[in-house]
Nanobody, 124 residues
Framework: QVQLVESGGGLVQSGGSLRLSCAASGRTFSSYIMVWFRQAPGKEREFVAGIRWSDDSTAYADSVKGRSTISRDGAKNTVYLEMNSLKPEDTAVYYC?????????????????WGQGTQVTVSS
């Protein structure tokens, strides 16, 4: 059974930075796609960034492109999301998700495994 555990959220001032971590366990992840979604109060869950474990190809939402970097550490089975120049509109619960093989997509329904989420709050 795949388990995903997020950490690294918190309260940060506008313009600040955070690095979120997603520790994965239960499988060999060489063929997995790992992504980050976020959900703000009253809004739908939206794609933030993703990485394909096999070739390190990445994708970003326009809202975070240029401010965020997704990366992975194979030895630790961990995916990171570094976010800079944070804005109040980045405030949300951030979720790590995964699927085995296939394309790096942005649809919530495409992902099989989910973490519990970590809260990010950006104050103005």
């Amino acid at each position: 059974q795949v388990q995903l555990v997020e950490s690294g959220g918190g309260l940060v001032q506008s313009g600040g930075s955070l690095r979120l971590s997603c520790a994965a366990s239960g499988r060999t992840f060489s063929s997995y796609i790992m992504v980050w979604f976020r959900q703000a109060p009253g809004k739908e869950r939206e794609f933030v960034a993703g990485i394909r474990w096999s070739d390190d190809s990445t994708a970003y939402a326009d809202s975070v492109k240029g401010r965020s970097t997704i990366s992975r550490d194979g030895a630790k089975n961990t995916v990171y999301l570094e976010m800079n120049s944070l804005k109040p509109e980045d405030t949300a619960v951030y979720y790590c998700a995964a699927r085995r093989i296939g394309l790096l997509t942005t649809r919530v329904s495409d992902y099989t495994y989910w973490g519990q989420g970590t809260q990010v709050t950006v104050s103005s």
